[in-house]
């Protein structure tokens, strides 16, 4: 099986996700602290939607 290689695009927009839900997600349990779990799902969604909005944003395959 041929892997295609993880570009440091991808890192570095991972990463951004990651840092950006993790902030929220702080806050979000710190808020709400008598909602349980409510940091991961926060962390979660905020992470996936940042990942899509700066995918969207620096698409490299438009011209």
């Known amino acids: ?11 570095v927009l ?3 996700a990651v840092a ?3 902030t929220v997600g ?9 909602v349980p ?6 962390t979660a969604a905020v992470a996936l939607w ?4 700066l995918n969207a944003l620096i698409d490299d395959t438009k011209s």
């Open 50 to 53: 940042v990942l899509d909005k």
């Open 20 to 22: 950006a839900g993790s």
């Open 26 to 34: 702080t806050v979000a349990e710190t808020v709400a602290s008598h």
């Open 14 to 16: 991972c990463g951004a």
């Open 37 to 42: 779990s409510i940091g991961p799902l926060t």
């Open 1 to 11: 099986m041929n892997r295609k290689p993880f570009t440091l695009r991808q890192a």
